[in-house]
T-cell receptor, first 112, second 116 residues
Framework: LAKTTQPISMDSYEGQEVNITCSHN???????ITWYQQFPSQGPRFIIQ???TKVTNEVASLFIPADRKSSTLSLPRVSLSDTAVYYC?????????????FGSGTRLLVRP | GAVVSQHPSRVICKSGTSVKIECRSL??????MFWYRQFPKQSLMLMAT?????????EQGVEKDKFLINHASLTLSTLTVTSAHPEDSSFYIC????????????FGPGTRLTVL
């Protein structure tokens, strides 16, 4: 399973766009990139998943360059409630028993 | 989206007792469920993979005789912490795989275990 590296923490202010980059140099051909959000004392929540180029949903955008060795989660106009830990994970799809290996995650603090 | 529940949400027990935590997929069938443990300010650590009707697969370093996992149906997996000790105090989280083409895992809300 590909290992991921993210910044330990980030600070931002309400209304700003936040970009969190994740490195996954050893990503395999059939690996997908998934981001989860976790609030204190809660289980992780799925944010977005992608394979290449750009994916956008109502919550975030995910940018993946052609070499797929990194990805960037973009949160538009963050609010205080976006303060959480964000995890980038890489795992294959199609294998019913694939494991999610969580890295350290990025602790995002949004200030007023 | 799919919902996964855990029960109890919080439990306090005495050292030496056993505690059972339930993980249920409420609106879908999950052939595979996963159990994680998370210590304060740390990331989630995968403990085991649980497949319905078969023995769980434990990660290296996780004692299978201490953390008993039973996945008796497609909607229920249980984790029993046997002879719990204070060092077992942690946040236990389960996830269930919906089995769709996306292999998306849905996480439960977690169970806070405190062993006195």
């Amino acid at each position: 399973l590909a290992k991921t590296t993210q910044p330990i923490s980030m600070d931002s202010y309400e209304g700003q766009e936040v970009n969190i980059t994740c490195s996954h140099n050893n990503i395999a051909t059939n690996d997908y990139i998934t981001w989860y959000q976790q609030f204190p004392s809660q289980g992780p929540r799925f944010i977005i998943q992608g394979y290449k180029t750009k994916v956008t949903n109502e919550v975030a955008s995910l940018f993946i360059p052609a070499d797929r060795k990194s990805s960037t989660l973009s949160l538009p106009r963050v609010s205080l409630s976006d303060t959480a830990v964000y995890y980038c994970l890489v795992a294959p799809r199609g294998d019913s028993s694939y494991k999610l290996i969580f890295g350290s995650g990025t602790r995002l603090l949004v200030r007023p | 989206g799919a919902v996964v529940s855990q029960h109890p949400s919080r439990v306090i027990c005495k050292s030496g007792t056993s505690v059972k935590i339930e993980c249920r997929s409420l609106d879908f069938q999950a052939t595979t469920m996963f159990w994680y443990r998370q210590f304060p300010k740390q990331s989630l650590m995968l403990m085991a993979t649980s497949n319905e009707g078969s023995k769980a697969t434990y990660e290296q370093g996780v004692e299978k005789d201490k953390f008993l996992i039973n996945h008796a149906s497609l909607t229920l997996s249980t984790l029993t912490v046997t002879s719990a000790h204070p060092e077992d105090s942690s946040f236990y989280i389960c996830s269930a795989e919906a089995g769709s083409a996306y292999n998306e895992q849905f996480f439960g809300p977690g169970t806070r275990l405190t062993v006195l």
